[in-house]
């Protein structure tokens, strides 16, 4: 007998969307994720935008590299955001 994953909702799928994009989740939290994309019309149209975009950047970073004020706002963003959680 096969175990569904638990289903998760589409607020807990944003949040974790990077992070399921990286291969940083648990087996078991990346199925999770999986699972609910593939009912999931809205989060998988999101996930499909945000690897695009992921994409872009990489491949605007390789080919003429961000800026220092750039890869200083991103690092103070995110350095903030993680200060609030």
Excluded: N, W
């Excluded at 199925?31 to 609910?36: A, G, L, N, T, Y």
């Amino acid at each position: 007998m096969t175990v569904k994953p638990q289903q998760i909702d589409c607020h807990e799928v944003a949040e974790l969307l990077y992070e399921y994009l990286d291969g940083e989740l648990t087996s078991k939290r990346a199925d999770e994720v999986k699972s609910h994309l593939v009912d999931c019309a809205p989060c998988t149209t999101l996930k499909t935008f945000e690897e695009r975009f992921v994409r872009f950047l990489e491949a605007r970073t390789r080919t003429r590299g961000a800026p220092e004020a750039l890869k200083k706002r991103i690092l103070d963003e995110m350095l903030f955001k993680h200060d609030e959680s």
